[in-house]
Structure formats: C-alpha cells, structure tokens
C-alpha cells in the first residue's frame, strides 16, 4: 500500500487492514513492514499489528518478558519538508507466527498512534503477507 495514512491522535488509528481469502486451520507465518515518520522531536511514535482486532502480533503494554514489544520509538527531526512534515523516514520490518484454530477469514490490521495527541504520526509503503508455515 503506497498510500500516506497519518493521524494526530494518541489513541490507535486503523492506518491499513487486510482481509485474508478463507484460510484452513494452521500455523501461519504473517510478515509486515512499513516506513513511519513523526513531526516532533520529544515524542513517540507507536504501532500494532493485531488479528482480528484481538490478537496482538507486535504489541503488548505490560513492558516485555521476552514477548512482543509495542514498536513506541522517538523521532529525532521535526519541521522539515517532506510527507507528515518530517524529512526523516524509519523502516521497520517483522513477522510472527499466529494459529487459526477453525478456518475462515481474518483481518489483520496494522494500527499507529502518536504518545502525543496533536503530534503527526504516519506510515507509507506498508506491506502484509501470509504464508502458512503448518
């Protein structure tokens, strides 16, 4: 998805969604990417990944045991020239394995927010493939 997708607010914005075709039960593989930009330099950028709106493939509150962490990371340009009125871009790349108990379709959405409400947060380019891995 080539399209710019932004928000301003610090609660999570739905920036892409996919729907998958229906898929057998399984083990699959799902892979993300996406570059993001903020326009501040003292504020956090934060995604999730999520299926089905329930389960969090790239996020977690609690501060990390091992598992998932909530990619939250501070730009460090503001005020340049370019798309969400930063000059800096970020590139993040990922996957995880997820199981699908019952075939059918899933949604799996990746989902930005600024630490900030007021602070521009976007993504671009992003991407979501799947492959069953079981």
């Given at each position: ?95 995880a394995d997820v199981t699908f108990g019952a075939a059918g379709t899933h949604e799996i959405d990746i989902d930005i927010a600024s630490s900030q409400n ?17």
């Amino acid at each position: 998805d080539t399209t710019f997708r932004s928000t301003t607010g610090n609660s999570f914005f739905e920036a892409q969604k996919f729907t998958t075709a229906s898929k057998p039960a399984g083990t699959y593989r799902i892979e993300f990417n996406y570059i993001w930009s903020l326009n501040n330099a003292s504020s956090d950028f934060k995604c999730q990944v999520t299926v089905d709106d329930s389960t969090q493939l790239y996020a977690q509150t609690d501060g990390g045991d091992g598992s998932y962490d909530l990619h939250q990371q501070e730009a460090k340009d503001r005020d340049g020239n370019g798309d969400g009125g930063t000059n800096q871009r970020y590139i993040v790349s990922y996957w995880a394995d997820v199981t699908f108990g019952a075939a059918g379709t899933h949604e799996i959405d990746i989902d930005i927010a600024s630490s900030q409400n007021g602070i521009l947060a976007s993504i671009h380019r992003s991407t979501i493939a799947i492959y069953r891995v079981s």
